[in-house]
């Protein structure tokens, strides 16, 4: 700038200043007067404040569609674990086994034969990669669950039930804590245990003298062993965790005082404090819902298995027995009193934590000015995932990123699904014995016995008949089985294991139905969202330029406002802000908003 443009620009501000006072001077009693009867407000800020308050009220059904989708997709991940998982554990099984007895017939047709022979099918067969991950997925999970056999939980529920209610608040809290620790690092455990780098067939020179060769040779065998070790000691862990977890809240339901149910709630109601108060750009805000999405669906499974515990216990317990205090009926039935009862804190579990993320929700996008529609494009994403990653896919590079086929968007959302299987697996070992403790034994006992009296009561009245047929010591040794009950005995296991084996049967056929519904349903409206994304997309760009128009006077005004208030006169020494580095930072310098 030169010396007659910065002349020039201070006689105008001179001008402007003297204006202003001149402005100052003539303005009088009555003027003012007039100006504040008649003034009005910014019409584009009223305009703003309305969109807030509407946008502040769509907020909870914005996320309960997006935690209805989300909850779906985690029931779709948690079917699979028990559904489709098996099923692709014992195909590779066999495929591992029929390779196995190949490569033995090679190798002693290769042994056995001549130089000069031709050969004929003498390749060796490998296992996919893929079929190497459902067989690590398999494995893992039975050892998991071999391990958390080892744990009773009827023992454990007593001894963490004898604690101090403040020692069992900051257990649960840090349980929590804890359980998301595992989710972060377990995930990056299992993806690169399933990774291509991991599981593929790559050719490796096994011949190789060189130290180098040999190195890599070994390091190439020894990864997948070793994470496999990682694997297996994150997965009891993380399912330790989540056992100590839901035990630790059934304590809280089935204390006599509510208490400590009143303690994990308002826990809950921690969260506002510790979120809305906090910058959120969209991408925290998206980690966020995944969080609630995953917490949501865990404490569903939880109450589940909460309740079916309490409503055998309570249906063998005396009808004089004392409940907690908590277990007080919503609505007075009659017909319905206990299940009205254990129904009550489950409910109240459940409401405190949807009011609390409807308000999390609502005053973080208030505060950051986020509209709703940004969880309708997390649900756009999370359907993005589904159709690319479905096995109709759209294009085929994704198909090398990992090769576990599990469902891509329970990665995505952090969802635990195999711990949380091998604990669903841990507690049905011990409710079905608790669910066929009396009534099936009663009926495989009658059973037996009815079919004992029936086939061997007439054969007894026939002994000399019998006598000429069968040997005499086989008649002794039926005679003992018959006089001692043992044969009973055998036919009542017997009856009982073959009912108990059915039941689980026609469970898991019932599963794999409600899987392939979910499934097909859960992709069809993936599909059907993806489509429409580009609409979506053009209308909300629309109302943003519509909203950016009508704010225009007053954007411009805050901008002139903040190049006011950002004058470099007001700074230290006449300068802007100092930018720190690594080169000039120091303990105490205040590089973000607080000095750690």
């Known amino acids: 700038?030169?010396?007659?443009?910065?002349?020039?620009?201070?006689?105008?501000?001179?001008?402007?200043?003297?204006?202003?006072?001149?402005?100052?001077?003539?303005?009088?009693?009555?003027?003012?007067?007039?100006?504040?009867?008649?003034?009005?407000?910014?019409?584009?800020?009223?305009?703003?404040?309305r969109e807030r308050i509407t946008n502040f009220l769509a907020v909870p059904a914005a996320i309960e569609k997006l935690m209805a989708f989300g909850f779906v997709v985690c029931l779709d991940?948690?079917?699979?674990?028990?559904?489709?998982?098996?099923?692709?554990?014992?195909?590779?099984?066999?495929?591992?086994?029929?390779?196995?007895?190949?490569?033995?017939?090679?190798?002693?047709?290769?042994?056995?034969?001549?130089?000069?022979?031709?050969?004929?099918?003498?390749?060796?067969?490998?296992?996919?990669?893929?079929?190497?991950?459902?067989?690590?997925?398999?494995?893992?999970?039975?050892?998991?669950?071999?391990?958390?056999?080892?744990?009773?939980?009827s023992r454990i529920y007593h001894s963490i039930r004898g604690q101090a209610v403040l020692k069992l608040y900051v257990v649960f809290n840090v349980l929590e804590v804890f359980d998301k620790l595992c989710c972060s690092v377990g995930g990056d455990i299992l993806d690169a245990l399933f990774s291509k780098s991991t599981l593929g067939n790559?050719?490796?020179?096994?011949?190789?003298?060189?130290?180098?060769?040999?190195?890599?040779?070994?390091?190439?065998?020894?990864?997948?062993?070793?994470?496999?070790?990682?694997?297996?000691?994150?997965?009891?862990?993380?399912?330790?965790?989540?056992?100590?977890e839901m035990i630790t809240l059934n304590v809280a339901i089935n204390f006599y005082s509510n208490a400590l149910l009143s303690l994990l709630i308002s826990n809950q109601f921690v969260e506002i404090k510790q979120s809305v108060f906090k910058k959120f750009e969209r991408e925290n805000l998206f980690q966020l819902?995944?969080?609630?999405?995953?917490?949501?669906?865990?404490?569903?499974?939880?109450?589940?298995?909460?309740?079916?515990?309490?409503?055998?216990?309570?249906?063998?317990?005396?009808?004089?027995?004392?409940?907690?205090?908590?277990?007080?009926?919503?609505?007075?039935?009659?017909?319905?009193?206990?299940?009205?009862?254990?129904?009550?804190?489950?409910?109240?579990?459940?409401?405190?934590?949807?009011?609390?993320?409807?308000?999390k929700h609502a005053f973080i996008t208030k505060f950051n000015q986020i509209r709703p529609s940004i969880y309708g494009k997390y649900v756009d994403v999370l359907c993005k995932d589904l159709v690319v990653g479905s096995p109709g896919r759209l294009n085929g590079r994704t198909r090398n990123a990992f090769i576990d086929q599990s469902p891509v968007v329970s990665r995505r959302i952090g969802f635990p699904a195999l711990p949380l299987a091998c604990l669903q697996v841990r507690m049905i070992q011990q409710?079905?014995?608790?669910?066929?403790?009396?009534?099936?034994?009663d009926n495989a006992s009658s059973a037996a016995s009815f079919i004992v009296q029936g086939?061997?009561?007439?054969?007894?009245?026939?002994?000399?008949?019998?006598?000429?047929?069968?040997?005499?010591?086989?008649?002794?040794?039926?005679?003992?089985?018959?006089?001692?009950?043992?044969?009973?005995?055998?036919?009542?296991?017997?009856?009982?294991?073959?009912?108990?084996?059915?039941?689980?049967?026609?469970?898991?056929?019932?599963?794999?139905?409600?899987?392939?519904?979910?499934g097909t349903?859960?992709?069809g409206y993936a599909y059907r969202r993806y489509a429409g994304m580009t609409?979506?997309?053009?209308?909300?760009?629309?109302?943003?330029?519509?909203?950016?128009?009508?704010?225009k006077d007053e954007e411009l005004y805050n901008k002139k406002l903040r190049e006011y208030l950002s004058d470099p006169a007001d700074s230290v020494m006449g300068r802007g802000p100092v930018k720190y580095t690594l080169e000039n930072v120091d303990r105490f310098s205040m590089v973000r908003s607080r000095i750690p």
């Not at 020039?8 to 402005?23: F, G, P």
């Not at 819902?289 to 515990?309: G, H, K, Y």
């Not at 009193?337 to 009550?344: F, P, V």
């Not at 409710?431 to 034994?441: A, I, R, Y």
Request: aromatic letters at 10%; glycine letters at 4%; charged letters at 20%.
């Open 1 to 49: 700038m030169t010396k007659d443009e910065s002349t020039q620009q201070s006689k105008e501000q001179n001008k402007d200043e003297n204006k202003e006072k001149e402005e100052d001077v003539s303005f009088s009693f009555w003027d003012y007067l007039r100006d504040e009867l008649t003034v009005s407000d910014f019409d584009t800020q009223q305009e703003m404040k």
């Open 77 to 153: 991940s948690f079917l699979y674990t028990f559904t489709i998982l098996p099923l692709r554990f014992c195909l590779a099984f066999y495929h591992y086994l029929h390779n196995m007895y190949h490569n033995i017939r090679v190798l002693i047709h290769l042994s056995s034969s001549s130089a000069g022979e031709e050969e004929k099918d003498t390749s060796y067969k490998w296992l996919r990669p893929s079929q190497k991950c459902d067989l690590l997925k398999g494995f893992i999970s039975l050892i998991t669950c071999v391990m958390m056999s080892m744990l009773d939980p």
């Open 202 to 244: 790559n050719p490796i020179n096994t011949s190789s003298t060189t130290i180098s060769g040999r190195a890599s040779y070994a390091k190439q065998q020894l990864k997948p062993i070793t994470l496999f070790f990682l694997a297996t000691g994150y997965m009891v862990i993380h399912t330790g965790v989540l056992f100590f």
């Open 289 to 359: 819902s995944c969080s609630d999405m995953v917490e949501r669906f865990q404490q569903v499974v939880f109450l589940i298995i909460i309740t079916v515990r309490n409503v055998i216990e309570l249906s063998d317990s005396s009808p004089s027995s004392i409940l907690p205090s908590t277990f007080v009926p919503l609505i007075k039935l009659p017909a319905t009193t206990t299940l009205n009862a254990l129904m009550t804190p489950v409910v109240m579990v459940i409401a405190s934590e949807l009011i609390v993320d409807w308000l």
């Open 431 to 441: 409710l079905l014995p608790m669910m066929f403790s009396t009534s099936d034994q």
């Open 455 to 518: 086939v061997f009561g007439p054969l007894a009245d026939h002994q000399s008949m019998i006598g000429g047929l069968l040997p005499t010591r086989i008649q002794l040794i039926i005679a003992s089985f018959i006089r001692y009950g043992w044969l009973e005995k055998g036919l009542d296991r017997v009856l009982r294991f073959v009912g108990q084996s059915f039941i689980i049967v026609i469970l898991a056929a019932c599963l794999l139905a409600l899987k392939v519904l979910v």
């Open 521 to 523: 349903n859960l992709l």
């Open 535 to 551: 609409e979506r997309d053009t209308q909300e760009n629309q109302k943003d330029k519509e909203m950016k128009e009508m704010n």
